[in-house]
């Protein structure tokens, strides 16, 4: 978490999360780190600091992500930026099937592969939590319909 995000905007930033990553879905409290607020836009992109800029990201996701906003997707030549979990619907660009988190779109193919979301680590890390019943969380399933 960035030193400028007070301890109130990330409390904001989470409870509009429903303490679940905005990318892979995965609950706060079922994992060991905390989670963090990242950029959206990163702020070497130009992007604030402030709410509407920020998303609440496991460790995992966010350290993938980092300051990137956009990639080519393999064998094409177009640029294509990544989900902005403010301006995009989760439902509108993935879908889950089983722990496999699916594309949908360019926006989501292009995520899903800076982000390493289908990663073996993560798909075990799903897997174990889906078997628990923990994954898709509850407040996972809200995230996706509302957003």
Sequence with gaps: MSSEVSPETRLIVATRANHVCEYCLLSEQDVY????????ISR?????SEVDNLALACVYCNRHKGSDIATIIPG???LVRLYHPRNDRWRNHFRLDGVTIEPLSQIAEATIRILQMNHDDQTLE??????RGRYPS?????????H
């Design 138 to 146: 509850e407040a996972a399933r809200l995230l996706i319909t509302e």
């Design 33 to 40: 780190f905390r989670f963090q607020v990242e950029h959206i």
């Design 76 to 78: 094409q030549q177009e």
């Design 44 to 48: 070497k992109h130009g992007g604030s």
């Design 126 to 131: 799903r897997l174990t939590l889906k078997r």
